[in-house]
């Protein structure tokens, strides 16, 4: 494309990357006063679809720290939606004002779309339940400082592992980094199962029983799943990983999450939440796990434990800056990292038929004019695909090939072959037939 | 007065100063970046009493770019109007914290109220369905650098000509300039007759039945009318325009605006609204018109034009920022752009009585305490005047004169001959009998 | 502590410092544009759960002004509040994005509390009906300004001067500059008790019948009330305050408010509320006495007074920025304002039982969580005290010590022994009884 660099995804940034921007952030944090020079003359415009105070102001301190300036529409859902305006048109208009954009947008995928239509960096600061990529790397950056790296953590994942959109980003960033998980849900919560599909499928991390009894209250009445990857500079470090139950005898980090009760289904109770305080926090194995938490906290938190060394959280939330201070930076082309980029898979166009993503809250669906589908492989055989919006995996029942009538299974070696460009994505036969494929086959020379 | 200089009308600003506001926005985008000390240490304070986003972030941005601070009341109807302050009051009080100010209100007027209470220039963001001429000129700015020039320019104005306040102003300013107009209304929404009346009066605009068959479906089911201005350095343009109906051969500009369905009366509809796509612009005479629209669209322009090199309206809204930029540069008086000032009529105080102004939605209606009813004069004889706020022109039934009691008519000679401050202006006879004016005239020495 | 300075209350000031302020802001008034470096590269976060826009606007104005940059939450009552965050943990957060916090909040106390989580100083910028001191001082400065002194100043107050917090701070700051006050209320909404038993007792002012005919109709069908301050040094001023009524003769300032209805209760009206006008105002007594309202303003002053020299109304909101320069820069350590600062007498814990603060508007009763009943001794016989965070007199029907069993009458000389960290405080012996304490009482040794 040739087109400004977006932060719309953790999976945008190469690890080396990421590694770039924690010494920058940390660098920065050193003196927050002493930069004001980085982005002078520069504008970051706030454009938040939904109220998110703490994110937005944690990313205006951030441009004026760095000696920018911050223009603000902080109820955009009130105002030219209202107009009927789309998202992409929005987003043009506002990228002329603006030097960068920084979009908050309940719909998933948002900000890639936002991407493909700004003249400027975007950076996604929340999209639906899809990423928040800005906190997660707050999240990472915050273990990195307090432990010196990622490699080879132990941490703990409680509370609503289900609904929380920072447990998910999260979880695939410390896999990615090699850390290790071990989930300690509220009954009922437990992360999903395309999570740890994912988590298996991409990072090579192995779901196993954990021995979490050491661990206290924290363990009480939960289904404790200890996850290691596989990747070999990993297993190097657990050799004992291979041989069932793993005893988790040391921690390194709890990250804590409020029961996201907003998006609760009818059956799901915040009964009995995990609440951690000081007496949960006393065995041996917890004694130097610091305790994170993405905030607002309700009760799973006792107050009296902020007094704790060990409570990070606000620490946690004050870093937002000087890592947002990085981004900026970089995505302004004020500070080099130099590094091999990420390469992803292209995005594809997900020709005719129905929009193939099942995701009804997905900007491919919500803003149909301008968000026309596509899709990015993740597996050539069987053929899988996620959306390239959402990230949300297809149903793909069945493809076809542009220019030919022939349909195939995903599972066929003839689908393998058809060029990514020239998929046709079906979720059944009757779709296809619809639109005239199918039928009798003719014989096809593969 | 001696007071600070605003932007309320475009007819504040001389052809002059508007052709110098072009060649200062030209350089300022020439490098939107290198003109950040033009306003250092100086506040602009949007006071917008209705939401408009793109509206406030460009001003914003302009007054950043150029190195100044911006105080924000994005939703000044919640707050102190709530607590029942008159608009006068706020004004006062507001232009105490800031160096200009940038007023957006409902009210029609709202700003040269405003313009007399401040300490400082205000701008006019729009008031109401009265004047935003910022608005218009980013609207001929664009116009300008595509075409080089405004002197007669062939331009169509298709879609609601009837609600849109942005076609209003536009269609005056280029009747000034001497461009020539092509309406292509949507049934029903044409051009108000008090618009027309005000071409032809003021700017010697004279319609004419236009053959617009050439332009093509554009034109279709409408009612396409012609006007040209019959100033005579424009008329030397354009020598068959005595000659009946007029060939429209040849369009530099199509200006689409969208149906504003939220004023739209019941007998309104928006049926077959137009839709201008690639294949309605592939008639010759269209092959250089470039596309505006002042956003947001609907579906009036389908969003594949949009890659279309005459699409212009996403670069037209980015220019919103560097003609902001030198409205406000010179109402700061931090560029100088020497001309002769326009000089208009002088406002008169509309003595005794009703409010003559018939505009309900007019400012000295929703603030009559500190909105004391002014007019204009447009016209001697017959004696004819506009309300000083909103430009609505007046019902002036019977006049008369301070310190007398006789009553005449406004098309008498005796009307003509009475200095505007002394004149009182009645609806009707009634009005003035009800104040103890009229009966038995005595004679008059006229 | 050690912790950062902050501005809760009007008394956290001493006069020396608040006259340092005062000579401040006169410096930054004289040239508002010439400080734009005092405070560059800070940030001010303004933090607010009620809308205000005039006050918010002016701090962020004083800000710009100092060359600072700002951050806005203009609706936090929309946002981190409705996800249940507390007020502790949301100025915990924002207290690490910027170098200094404006608050303003529904509950009263709430800017104490904040003071006790933030990292960096806080301003109160208005808690409920408690305190707003930044506009008190923006009162007194206006005063200062005007007349060149406060002690020793005849001020008329007139109005609503029961629910107007403004005429609270400003009566209890004026009395201890040692200013003379005339009361004239509408009737009915007299200043409470509450506040004359404070002016008498902790500024020594004596109330006393006011002659306050010579008024003309400021007076009229009200209660006027005269309060002498009685220390020795303003004594010295007014040699007759003890021989019976004093004769108001000549007014220094009438300070005006609207009607609070919206803290009306069923029985309080604002029929035939005050309306000052010229004719009003036309008596010798009051030849000098400018005339403030702290806005906005209803009818209660009539617009065409607004041309007269004594309206100073806009000139004291024009004021509000030099004066919140003075404050910021002091608190951001930009100015140097030497002084004895004030020692107050310290905040205890109030030890169990029930939060012994009758004010159910109290942030102690609102967060409960995170502001734990603290109060502050006022008088040590017989015992009273005041809570804390909302400075309302606590209910004491009985107190206990620590570590014993016995019950006290406040007024006791036992009770006047308890070092003030081990009193327990109760409103009854009932609530004593039930928490183990009481009973049979054993000799004390006092």
């Not at 920058?24 to 050193?30: C, D, L, T, V």
């Not at 799973?300 to 902020?306: G, H, K, N, R």
């Not at 981004?327 to 004020?334: N, P, S």
Request: aromatic letters at 6%; a negative charge; proline letters at 6%.
């Amino acid at each position: 494309m040739g087109g400004p660099r977006h932060l719309v995804s953790i999976d945008d940034l190469s690890l080396t990357e990421i590694q770039g921007l924690f010494e920058h952030a940390s660098r920065f944090s050193e003196n927050l006063h002493s930069s004001a020079d980085s982005c002078r003359g520069l504008i970051s415009a706030s454009v938040f679809y939904e109220a998110s105070t703490r994110t937005r102001l944690s990313f205006e301190s951030a441009m004026l720290r760095l000696g920018g300036g911050v223009v603000t529409a902080a109820d955009m859902g009130l105002s030219s939606a209202a107009k009927g305006e789309s998202l992409a048109d929005t987003v043009r208009i506002i990228s002329a004002y603006a030097d960068i954009l920084v979009l908050r947008h309940p719909s998933e995928g948002a900000a890639r779309l936002a991407a493909g239509y700004s003249e400027v960096p975007v950076i996604n600061a929340g999209d639906g339940s899809h990423e928040h990529p800005t906190q997660t790397l707050c999240d990472l950056y915050t273990l990195w400082i307090e432990k010196g790296r990622l490699e080879g953590l132990d941490v703990v994942l409680s509370g609503d592992l289900r609904y929380s959109r920072t447990i998910h980003s999260f979880v695939y960033a410390l896999a990615r980094f090699g850390a290790n998980l071990v989930c300690v849900p509220h009954a009922g919560l437990e992360l999903p199962d395309y999570v740890v599909k994912r988590l298996r499928e991409e990072y090579g991390a192995e779901p196993q029983a954990a021995d979490a009894s050491r661990l206290g209250d924290l363990a009480r009445a939960s289904d404790a799943m200890y996850i290691t990857p596989t990747k070999p500079h990993q297993l190097s470090l657990y050799t004992q990983a291979s041989r069932g139950a793993r005893r988790v005898d040391h921690v390194d980090a709890i990250y804590m999450t409020r029961p996201q009760t907003e998006r609760f289904a009818s059956e799901d109770s915040a009964n009995d939440y995990v609440h951690l305080d000081t007496m949960m926090m006393s065995g041996e194995a917890l004694a130097e796990a610091v305790v994170m938490h993405p905030l607002p906290r309700r009760d799973e938190i006792a107050p009296e434990f902020d007094q704790d060394p060990r409570s990070i959280y606000f620490k946690q939330a004050a870093r937002g800056v000087p890592i947002r201070m990085a981004i900026l930076a970089m995505l302004l082309g004020r500070i080099d990292i130099s590094s091999s980029s990420v390469t992803r898979e292209s995005l594809h166009p997900a020709w005719w038929g129905t929009n193939p993503c099942p995701n009804l809250g997905c900007v491919s669906h919500t803003e149909v004019r301008q968000a026309p589908p596509m899709f990015r492989v993740i597996s050539r055989f069987p053929l899988r695909g996620v959306c390239g919006y959402c990230s949300r995996e297809l149903i793909i029942g069945i493809v076809g090939c542009r220019g030919r009538v022939e349909l195939y299974s995903p599972t066929s070696t003839e689908a393998r072959r058809i060029e990514p460009d020239d998929l046709l994505l079906f979720r059944d036969e009757e779709e296809a037939l619809a639109l005239g494929l199918g039928g009798e086959p003719t014989p096809t020379d593969g």
